[in-house]
């Protein structure tokens, strides 16, 4: 598996995980800066080998909003991914 790859699923789970933590929970993991430069830098159109969230991310991700999160295919897993990455802080 490539790196690029790697860095872009790595790159979807935090941002996902940001945007339901200020969406959804109302308490942000990071600043309205880091969320806009890593959403940014988000590429939907490039494969990462999980079929549903390829999808998802081609058809409904929008990097200047975390809204698109309400739809995340797998929106049930993000509290705990927030809670562990509130606890590495």
Known sequence: MSSEIDQERRRRILVAAWAYAYE???T???D???FDR???LIRPEL???HAA???FFRSEFDPCTGS???CHPEKDGLPRLCARL???T
Do not use: K, N, Q
């Open 32 to 34: 309205d800066e880091t």
């Open 24 to 26: 959804v929970e109302s």
């Open 28 to 30: 942000p993991i990071v």
């Open 68 to 70: 698109w999160v309400h």
């Open 38 to 40: 890593e959403a940014a």
């Open 53 to 55: 969230l390829d999808a």
């Open 47 to 49: 494969e990462t080998g």
């Open 86 to 88: 509130r606890a590495l």
